[in-house]
């Protein structure tokens, strides 16, 4: 157990919906990262908040946003959902900014149909 | 902007057996560190070893290590005395900077799914 908590664990949706996945770090850690991992494009970054404020973007489509709040927690709200966004979506923490090691959670699987 | 390639999409290996898996990568970094990660058939991505650029000395975890080859650019990663626990799918992660500049991520290869045969 990593200590990062994701939820919900499953989720299944239709498209053109709206979703939000909420994780929260390990205790101490400051910095949230959003990845995502599909069978087509591997797993990849989407998003880095630290102690708040966004710190680096990746592969975040325009209908993703994410948000980290006073309490460290973070969600990443997925709307307009295609089919193509069916994936896991990961959470990872780690103490400080990017050059700590990242522990990740256990996922959320994301099913559009 | 990094890569990281890992050609071995599957291996079998004998329980009990020591087992390498392949990892390369391709940075202009001076420093960068490099990961591997376990990724379970249940889904979890475990954290199992890490390896900075300016590390003189391969890094080790228990039955873990990786053998750390700057200048051939490979980072693979050593199981000693595999376990049937061990049936997972393994990535390589290198941390470096993004293509936009602003801040330095984990870059994943695609992973290579090891299976621990009785």
């Known amino acids: 157990d990593s200590g990062v908590t994701q939820t919900p664990k499953h989720l299944i949706t239709a498209t053109g919906q709206r979703v939000t996945l909420r994780c929260s770090p390990r205790s101490g850690d400051l910095s949230v990262y959003w990845y995502q991992q599909s069978l087509d494009q591997g797993l990849q970054f989407l998003i880095q908040y630290y102690n708040g404020e966004e710190r680096a973007k990746g592969n975040i489509l325009e209908r993703f946003s994410a948000q980290q709040f006073p309490d460290l927690h973070s969600e990443l709200n997925l709307s307009s959902l295609e089919l193509g966004d069916s994936a896991l979506y990961f959470c990872a923490s780690s103490v400080r900014d990017h050059g700590d090691t990242q522990y990740f959670g256990p996922g959320t699987r994301l099913t559009v149909l | 902007a990094q890569k990281i390639t890992q050609t071995q999409p599957g291996m079998f290996v004998q329980e009990k057996e020591a087992v390498t898996l392949d990892c390369t990568y391709d940075t202009s970094d001076q420093s960068y560190g490099l990961f591997w990660y376990k990724q379970p058939s249940s889904g979890e991505m475990i954290f199992l070893i890490y390896q900075g650029s300016y590390d003189e000395q391969n890094a080790t975890e228990g039955r873990y290590s990786l053998n750390f080859q700057k200048a051939r650019k490979s980072a693979n990663l050593v199981i000693s005395a595999s376990q049937l626990g061990d049936s997972a799918m393994y990535f390589c992660?290198?941390?470096?900077?993004?293509?936009?500049?602003?801040?330095?991520?984990?870059?994943f290869g695609s992973g290579t799914q090891l299976t621990v045969l009785p």
């Open positions: 992660a290198m941390r470096g900077w993004l293509s936009s500049g602003s801040a330095r991520q984990l870059t």
